[in-house]
């Protein structure tokens, strides 16, 4: 049976601490005085935040500013559909065309179905 208590949760604060600190290259020891934790413990969420993979980022419908079909969104910054952002387009799943491309300048050649 493991002796002592479990180990507490870090906070979204602290975490945010260690990380300012890090990056201003802080020593482990002076993020442990900090944070009031051993040196080792700090190293340790570190490498576990480091490792940690990002949230998913929150969707919302759009509409696509080529074809105008709604897609979910990632962000303002997200503003064409995975085929628009393609290069395909409104040529693809607006007209019911396929794309060849055939390298002339405009690099596409609509083929009706």
Known sequence: MPG???????RPDEDSLLRRMVADGASWSAI???????????KGRHAALLEAPDPPRPT?????LCCGR????????????????????EITHGLGGVVIHDGGISGIR????
């Open 4 to 10: 002592g208590p479990p180990p507490r949760q870090w």
């Open 32 to 42: 442990g005085r900090a944070l009031d934790m051993d040196r080792r413990l700090c």
């Open 60 to 64: 919302r419908e759009r509409k696509c």
């Open 70 to 89: 709604p897609f979910l969104s990632e962000g303002a910054h997200n503003r064409l559909c995975d085929p628009c952002r393609d290069g395909a387009g």
């Open 110 to 113: 609509i083929t009706a179905l």
